[in-house]
């Protein structure tokens, strides 16, 4: 199955991220942007469960970080709990103020209302 093209964003100075959330080892899900990305970023949870990681890089690379190479041109960092709990209060404020994205929705944000 080809991978469905997406418009460009109008918007020159913002690049968007297709999002993956990983939910349990193996199982994630997809949050795409509604506009063409270039970036990646994967967020789960660490293996000693203490916090949650995140790693950013460009599409197609995300998931094969190796922390042992500089060059791999992506960026991995953790939150631990307190700044996920101050995370999540950020975004839920941001989240009313923002304008309705462009482009179609996605299959996660419509099973999530």
């Known amino acids: 199955m080809k991978p469905k093209k997406r418009p460009q964003s109008p918007f020159k100075d913002e690049r968007s991220a297709d999002v993956?959330?990983?939910?349990?080892?193996?199982?994630?899900?997809?949050?795409?942007?509604?506009v063409a990305a270039d970036i990646e970023?994967?967020?789960?949870?660490?293996?000693?469960?203490?916090?949650?990681g995140f790693i950013v890089g460009s599409a197609g690379d995300c998931h094969s970080l190796n922390p042992a190479r500089r060059d791999n041109?992506?960026?991995s960092f953790v939150l631990d709990r307190d700044q996920?709990?101050?995370?999540?209060?950020?975004?839920?404020?941001?989240l009313g103020r923002l304008?309705?994205?462009?482009?179609?929705?996605?299959?996660?944000?419509?099973?999530?209302?």
Do not use: F, H, M
């Open 84 to 94: 996920v709990a101050e995370l999540i209060r950020y975004l839920r404020v941001q």
């Open 20 to 34: 993956t959330l990983w939910i349990a080892d193996g199982a994630a899900v997809d949050a795409d942007a509604r």
């Open 73 to 75: 041109g992506q960026t």
């Open 41 to 52: 970023v994967s967020i789960g949870r660490t293996n000693s469960r203490r916090g949650v």
């Open 99 to 113: 304008k309705r994205p462009l482009g179609r929705k996605t299959i996660l944000s419509c099973l999530l209302g």
